[in-house]
């Protein structure tokens, strides 16, 4: 016998046509009354969608929404996207964080100009070889924009419908994942998919909550098997939390007169096509001073005599929490480095001009700080 558990086959879900229909015209109702008006839902247009969607993943709806507007004003259409500079784009994701969306969605805009003249595609397939179109991007857009009937799985309908079905299993299991893709197929009205799949969304954002949901107030709550077992605080089932790792960083802001050194980071790396000051986890077998300049020569082969601290940056990525102390260091010379794409002597007022991530706009806002409240 194999020493493997072997695991529990889940039953397809199914719904009687009966309930499907009630959960369709339900939904749909609750959704015409309740629905928060955003940008994204007054367009049919498939590249508006598509920027919505990108935007979207990982990120509230109420950040979203000025970036999203933002971004289609300086980049109305796909063509327009497309012949973008890459740092241009960034600059309009700054701060929106997971910077790999957006240089994704331009590589997609490229290739949907040069394949496809211009035009969205509208088949899944096709779709599919893009940058960034996973099923649930490629099926939100069709449905929302062409009413294909597609069903979506995201965090939001993860949760209606484990609850709506009763899946006792992982959600983000293999198996779980798999009913819960076939529970969403299952669900779709024969009509109106785009306005579903954004009702079920919105159903998860407003009602459905990951703790404490509405059940008394939900249009699904006759048909919700959750809801009827007594079972709504159990579903959905999730494998133990991620145990979050701490770390520490050293960043060293170097400084000739006014001009702070910058590293545009390399294709391939994470954060690529960002600028930052050169930072990285200290080498414990060397004082501070000398951890410092060992990090400022690894990356820009400048050393300077003395470091002053001006504070700290602490910022989550994934499961680390990194804790980031930022030293200042003046230096003359010139820079090199064998790291970063290019290099950059910045004066306060060009700042703007590069793209940085969320902690390294909050490191320089610091230097900056610093640097305005020093005589020198
Ligand atoms: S009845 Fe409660 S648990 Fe069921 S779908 Fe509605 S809000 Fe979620």
């Not at 590249?47 to 950040?63: D, F, G, P, R």
């Amino acid at each position: 016998m194999s020493k493997h558990k072997k695991q529990e086959a889940i039953p397809k879900p199914s719904l009687l046509p009966s309930a499907r229909k009630l959960l369709g015209t339900s939904l749909l109702f609750w959704f015409a009354e309740r629905k928060r008006d955003l940008p994204w839902r007054k367009t049919k247009d498939p590249y508006s969608i598509w920027v919505s969607e990108i935007m979207l993943q990982q990120t509230q709806v109420a950040t979203v929404i000025p970036y999203f507007e933002r971004f289609l004003k300086s980049f109305p259409t796909l063509d327009i996207l497309a012949a973008a500079d890459e740092q241009e784009v960034l600059m309009h994701w700054q701060g929106l964080g997971y910077y790999r969306r957006a240089r994704m969605m331009h590589q997609a805009a490229k290739i949907i100009l040069s394949n496809h003249d211009g035009i969205f595609p509208r088949e899944p397939e096709a779709l599919a070889q893009l940058p960034g179109l996973g099923r649930y991007t490629r099926n939100a857009v069709l449905s929302q924009a062409f009413d294909y009937r597609l069903p979506i799985l995201e965090a939001n309908t993860k949760r209606v419908l484990a609850r709506l079905f009763g899946l006792m299993q992982d959600i983000d299991s293999s198996s779980g994942n798999k009913f819960l893709w076939e529970a969403a197929e299952e669900i779709l009205p024969e009509s109106d998919i785009g306005a579903f799949n954004q009702a079920m969304m919105e159903l998860g954002s407003l009602v459905c909550t990951v703790s404490s949901p509405k059940c008394g107030s939900c249009p699904l709550s006759t048909i919700c098997l959750a809801r009827q077992s007594d079972l709504v605080g159990n579903i959905p089932v999730k494998k133990k939390k991620v145990v979050v790792t701490q770390v520490a960083e050293l960043a060293t802001v170097l400084v000739n007169g006014k001009k702070i050194l910058l590293g545009k980071r390399p294709a391939g790396q994470r954060w690529a096509g960002l600028w930052e000051v050169p930072h990285d986890t200290p080498t414990y077998d060397f004082s501070e001073l000398k951890a410092l300049r060992s990090i400022s020569k690894k990356y820009v082969s400048l050393m300077p005599r003395k470091f002053l601290e001006i504070g700290r940056v602490v910022h989550p990525v994934t499961r680390f929490k990194i804790t980031v102390r930022v030293f200042l260091g003046k230096v003359s010379g010139r820079a090199k480095s064998g790291f970063y794409e290019e290099l950059a002597w910045v004066a306060p007022e060009e700042m703007g001009g590069f793209p940085k991530s969320s902690p390294q706009s909050k490191i320089i806002a610091m230097a900056l700080k610093a640097l305005a409240g020093s005589k020198t």
